[in-house]
């Protein structure tokens, strides 16, 4: 982390990271790295409930993260920030090589995986 960082850039920074606490969000985002995609094409890509839906992309939306096209009576969504892919490889890179530790480990100690 960058050093003299003050309170409200801090403050700022782990209301993004609480953006992505919530795995529907991180459901909705990944569906969009594809790109631009209905609220009716995410209901049905995540399983959730059209208001669950809508209500995750208004608060995404309202911090950048994805952005909206109206087109007529429909709205589409896709991503208004792409460094948050990055973000998200970093954590996924390393869990999988967290996991691939453990997995070695208990491998090596006989305890079945």
Known sequence: MRENMSEEMLELI????????????????????DG???VTELV????ASQPNVSKHLS????HGLVKRRQDGNMAYFSIGATFIFDV????CDSMKDEWQQRHHLLERFGTPV
């Open 36 to 38: 631009e995609k209905s």
């Open 14 to 33: 782990a209301q993004r990271f609480r953006l992505l606490s919530d795995p529907m969000r991180l459901k909705i985002l990944h569906q969009l790295q």
């Open 59 to 62: 608060t995404l939306r309202s």
């Open 88 to 91: 998200c490889n970093t954590v």
């Open 44 to 47: 049905t890509a995540t399983g």
